[in-house]
């Protein structure tokens, strides 16, 4: 199981994300993902993500995270499984909603 952590200024006068913090939080966390480690902080450091991650299905560098839209608006952290993700991933293609850069579910 992978490990994910977030951060989030939400009042306006909150102090910005705290990168040594997330990175100390997310580090803590290597027994659930001992693969890879990931972080992302916006611009404005209101938010900021990590992710530890424990590689089962797409073991290659595609399948890591945050991943990022390829406009670089959105960003995604996710942990679980998507038991049903051929057959997502064969409709989206046949929608010609692709292409995908990775095996990843």
Known sequence: MCGINLAFAYRPDA???????????????????????????????RIGIGHRRLAIIDLSEAGVQPMHSRSGRYVLIYNGEVYNSAEIRGDLKAEERGPFEGHSD
Do not use: H, N
Not at 15 to 41: C, F, H, K, N, S
């Open 15 to 45: 102090p910005p994300v705290d990168r040594a913090e997330l990175l100390a939080v997310r580090d803590a966390m290597t027994a659930r993902g001992p693969d890879g480690a990931g972080l992302w902080i916006d611009d404005d450091a």
